[in-house]
């Protein structure tokens, strides 16, 4: 999928991400913050990283700020933000149909 334009997922509340994607200018560029850094930075990394991965993302900017969500709702804030920055229509969203 092709980042086209930024765009922006999720919230800055307890338990949820934020995450901001945009056109990169080759590789993925990941710039993470998060409140459990030392805990689970690494498994974070992982997880945004292969939900790109998935969604055929091979070049962008991404900015997590992760304020302790669950692998989960990181994958659904990424892959959200790559629906939005790409232009796909609420109708033709493949909800759940792309992250296995």
Known sequence: MQIE???MAGTLESSDAQVTVEPGTGGI???LESSVMNQYGRAIQKTVLETLERLGVSSARVQVVDK???DCTIRARVECAVFRSAGVSDKNVPWG???Q
Do not use: D, F, P, Q
């Open 68 to 70: 302790g969500a669950l």
């Open 5 to 7: 334009k930024m765009a």
């Open 97 to 99: 149909g792309v992250i």
């Open 29 to 31: 560029e990941l710039h």
